[in-house]
DNA sequence: CTACAGTCTACAGTGGCTGTAGAGGCAAGC
DNA sequence: GCTTGCCTCTACAGCCACTGTAGACTGTAG
């Protein structure tokens, strides 16, 4: 049962040491014990804890819906439909996400078919972009950062 | 002919009075003609070039190469090449978004699917979200920002 | 004249980190 | 013991594409 060093647990969680000192800083991670020195230890609890919050990104969750589900997690006799309901969130958001991305990937497509090469004044592309309509205001949000 | 203030410019466009400013800072827009006040006074070509700026946002296109197309825009007489292969990328790199996405989708499917109600202590979603394996690192890379 | 909407500048804040500087800590090889 | 070279520490600035705020000035409709 020996101590993690902060660089073990980053390799151990596959996330960077700046990032858990980040997630520190912003409560996602509790404090750790120090050594005598001053350098961060931790126990296999840390890598549990770093590698939901790592897993939980890389399924998108937004950072507040790790916290509740950190939070959740905390009492496990709880029923489980709030996780259910964040899980849920989470996947309607990535539908969205996709319904968007799709409509710009057939944007796109439609844009570059209509192009047949010549010169800049003339370029379907360039019009399409200058002329464009209301055809994807009607969908009226910008895509949303991940 | 006559000139059409930010708040009208931002009307015209669709682009946030603030935006435009932000714009004109980064270069993205000239610098307009001011009156004797010092309000911002555009013409019918900031339209033109605001309302180009939106809709290659409105598809994805990053800030660099919405200015490479806005500099290619000046040239005419150019082959569109460019300006088509600019686009082939955007479009790829929406595929390629859209494939992370997808993924994300199944995957956050059949966690949800997984879970039978009951509680948090022996959630199916807590469960994957904990013991998540490789499948998703596979693919090595974060979702990127749009 | 009086409201009130529009505009101005300058700067701070957002999220989710990443990068940098400069200093100190620790283990392995000589 | 000593050096080498990586690890860790803190504190702060920077990233993108804006958004929000504060406080002052301007323009216009009633």
Known sequence: MKPITIG???KAADVK???IRYYES??????PDRSESGQRLYGEAAVQRLSFIRHARDLGFPME???DLIELQTEPDQNCSAVDSIARQQLADVR???NQLEALEAELK???A???GGIVGNCRVMATLNDHGECLSDS???LQPM
Chains 1, 2 share one sequence.
Do not use: F, Y
Not at 26 to 31: D, K, P, V
């Open 8 to 10: 073990r647990l980053s």
């Open 17 to 19: 040491v700046t990032t």
């Open 26 to 31: 912003i409560g996602l991670m509790g404090a």
């Open 65 to 67: 819906a790790i916290r």
């Open 96 to 98: 969205k996400r996709l």
């Open 110 to 112: 439609r844009m570059i």
């Open 114 to 116: 209509s192009c047949e």
């Open 140 to 142: 009226h949000e910008r």
